[in-house]
């Protein structure tokens, strides 16, 4: 339970969303619930600092309550969204607790969370991009940019190194972000911390050289506002006038940009003018009272009023020349404008007034919150509008990386032969399939945002007729028709349908997938040249047919080792007294050498679903019929017997010297290349005293999938055997196969 220290913390929470939440604090007990939970799943946890993990969360959620005010769901789920990254809870267990909505955010919050680690910074504009396509809910990067806030604020007790990684991701990626959202406070302090860990010399400089004039420079603005004051007062305005120095990243900047020195910089602060008012023309009338009092420079008057910026920022803008020459930037803008340059985005929780953006993306996602906020009836809570508002700009991209963390972008619906496209057109003509995060997948497979492929190519490869049914992109498209020019592809297509004629006609049913199998098995090179030469000798069809309806050749191994379930015996009397004999004669003793024999009298054998060889872990099932079964432990089989017939298992062991002439299989994923297989049962007959039973071959998409059965003397030989497959050039992966 939470101590004194930390019951104060969480009064501290509350009374800050009370104060803030737009719509106030409507749901107390979900962020107390919140609390607790982050503070039992980090508990044991401490960050770099010393503190303890929970202080990280919680500041987090204070940041979002004072600075970016949303709503309970969101500071609810700011106290979670490191829970699922670094504690043993899981999202299920969010979701459990918390329900969808913030298991959602957590998620999100978490897959951002480290997706940039692996990869090298190059296009900025793309990682920008691709953080807002992974995100369905706004609140996602909300919490992220509370999140960054934070760990820049704590980032003095991290290595050098990730101080200057994290800083630079900062100022690249999520401070322009900050920006775009209108976020403008939690966009200076990102900029303010990030540059002074990327420019120490510069940052301690500039801050020194402010401090020193701070006094000079309050009492210039004080003799300078005063005049205005009184105009304003006397003209019955309701406003607040401040002074404020710009942000240091912003002055080092101008000192950069403009190739000045600190000193020669006039702009380095502004007077702001905030009115207590609705309507917008009293800005300028304001503006009109100022120049009357000082001079103002014409061609710095901005008018972002009738003109806002992009992330509907309004102000007006102007310089004005005081008595002793000296140039002042001032503001005059109303309270909401003002509101809306702070908080951006999420003021617009609190004001339903319109704003003018031009981005069209931008400005489309505005009118959603808009539309969102408009229909929403006045007791609907805030919460409600920002569940029907989702983030969709760029959902119609994709970001991938290349293994070496190149980015490419494609277009939503890519598959892995558009990306072997993108990196090259003769990558994309020679790929026989990819591996998608380290998994081997076919060509076909749909792309997601952060996806890292690798594309496997082969020399022997050319492309394939129905590429061109899952390519997306114009580029893939276009490359894969060029290859097979008009004229060959009509041909294909004409022997494709001479071929589903005559099979109609003699009623034979293939799968596309069965075709292509028996097709590899009469060499052809694949269905496509099947029908390409169909198209030029009719006969051809024949070798499939006579195939077909020659039965024998179609007992595949799959059928062999399709067993049917066990069978279990019915004869209840006569049935115990064997259990018993089973069990007084097999407890103990082990198993020997062969298959089907007896121990001591009752008869066993090994199980054909899950084909047990000497090292595996084994378990015995008694049946009446068959006496002994011996099942790997492993097995689904097993597993079912058990849970309905536990009384018929019986424990039992191999003998330590076992071995002898037992089944197993190995699945094989490779190259669909001439000789393959020949090379692979040449290298086991060559290093291995075995006999290869048989041999079953699948064709997919220029890879093969493959089982082959062996004769196998135990569990170490088998290995061995797939260790050596596995390392053969062309094969992907070999593991034991399993029915
Ligand atoms: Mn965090």
Redesign the pocket.
């Known amino acids: 339970m939470l101590n004194n220290l930390y019951k104060k913390k969480l009064d501290d929470l509350l009374y800050h969303c009370r104060k803030n939440l737009p719509g106030g604090l409507t749901d107390e007990k979900l962020i107390t619930k919140a609390f607790k939970f982050s503070y039992e799943a980090h508990k044991n946890v401490r960050r770099a600092s010393g503190e303890p993990f929970i202080s990280?969360?919680y500041e987090?959620a204070i940041i979002l309550a004072q600075e970016i005010p949303l709503d309970a769901v969101s500071i609810a789920a700011a106290l979670l969204?490191?829970v699922v990254e670094d504690t043993p809870f899981t999202l299920p267990d969010i979701r459990a607790e918390f329900g969808d909505e913030i298991a959602e955010i957590v998620d999100g919050v978490t897959k951002i969370?480290g997706m940039f680690e692996n990869y090298e910074m190059k296009q900025v504009e793309s990682y920008k991009k691709m953080l807002l396509s992974m995100t369905s809910d706004i609140r996602v990067i909300l919490i992220k940019f509370a999140?960054r806030l934070?760990?820049l604020r704590t980032l003095e007790f991290l290595s050098s190194e990730k101080q200057i990684r994290l800083a630079q991701e900062t100022l690249e990626i999520y401070a322009p972000l900050a920006h775009r959202f209108g976020l403008s406070s939690v966009k200076t302090e990102l900029e303010d911390m990030s540059f002074k860990y990327l420019n120490r010399t510069a940052y301690d400089d500039i801050a020194k050289k402010l401090q020193s004039k701070k006094r000079e420079r309050e009492k210039f603005i004080k003799k300078f506002i005063e005049p205005i004051k009184e105009r304003l007062k006397d003209s019955g305005f309701k406003f607040e006038i401040y002074g404020r120095a710009k942000h240091l990243y912003s002055i080092y900047k101008k000192i950069v940009s403009r190739n000045k020195t600190f000193e020669e910089l006039f702009d380095l602060f502004a007077i702001r003018i905030i009115l207590d008012t609705q309507n917008k023309n009293d800005c300028f009338s304001v503006y009109g009272i100022c120049s009357e009092i000082y001079i103002p420079v014409p061609e710095r008057f901005k008018d972002y009023i009738s003109l806002p910026k992009q992330n509907g920022y309004q102000s007006i803008h102007t310089t004005l020349i005081s008595k002793e020459g000296k140039m002042f930037e001032v503001q005059i803008r109303t309270q909401e404008m003002n509101e809306i340059a702070e908080k951006g985005i999420a003021a617009h929780w609190k004001y339903k007034e319109n704003n003018i953006v031009h981005d069209k993306k931008l400005e489309d996602w505005m009118k959603s919150i808009r539309e969102s906020i408009e229909n929403s009836s006045n007791d609907e809570s805030s919460s409600q509008i920002m569940a029907n508002f989702k983030l969709n700009l760029y959902q119609d991209e994709i970001y991938c990386f290349t293994p070496k963390g190149d980015l490419k972008i494609l277009p939503s619906g890519a598959t892995a032969i558009d990306f072997a496209f993108d990196i090259h057109t003769e990558i994309g003509m020679k790929c026989i399939g990819a591996k998608v995060n380290g998994k081997i997948v076919s060509l076909d497979t749909h792309l997601k945002s952060g996806d890292q492929i690798e594309i496997l190519t082969s020399k022997n490869q050319t492309p394939k007729i129905d590429w061109e049914k899952f390519a997306v992109t114009h580029k893939a498209k276009s490359d894969i028709r060029k290859y097979f020019n008009t004229e060959k592809r009509n041909l294909i297509q004409k022997g494709k349908e001479i071929w589903e004629r005559k099979a109609k006609k003699l009623k034979v049913k293939l799968s596309d997938e069965y075709l292509s199998k028996v097709v590899h098995k009469l060499k052809f090179k694949d269905t496509g040249n099947f029908f390409y030469l169909i198209s030029q000798d009719e006969s051809k069809v024949n070798a499939v047919i006579d195939f077909i309806n020659d039965k024998s050749k179609l007992t595949t191994l799959d059928q062999k080792l399709n067993v049917p379930e066990e069978t279990t015996g019915s004869d209840a009397d006569n049935f115990d007294k064997f259990v018993d004999e089973a069990r007084t004669s097999a407890n103990g003793i082990f198993i020997g050498n062969g298959n089907a024999q007896n121990i001591k009298g009752i008869k066993y054998e090994y199980a054909k679903c899950c084909n047990p060889i000497p090292g595996d872990e084994v378990i015995g099932f008694i049946s009446r019929e068959k006496g002994i079964r011996i099942h790997r432990k492993t097995c689904k089989n097993i597993l079912n017997l058990f849970m309905k017939e536990p009384e018929k298992i019986i424990q039992i062991n191999w003998n330590e010297a076992d071995s002898g002439e037992f089944t197993g299989g190995v699945k094989i994923i490779g190259e669909d290349r001439p000789g393959i297989l020949n090379e692979i049962t040449k290298t086991i007959s060559k290093n291995f005293k075995t006999n290869i039973k048989s041999v079953d071959i699948k064709t997919k998409s220029s890879m093969f999938e493959g089982t082959l059965i062996l004769s196998i003397q135990n569990l170490k030989q088998l290995n061995q055997i797939i260790d050596k497959i596995t390392h053969q050039e062309g094969v992907f992966s070999a593991t034991r196969f399993e029915v």
């Open positions: 990280h969360p987090v969204h490191d969370e999140d934070h760990n």
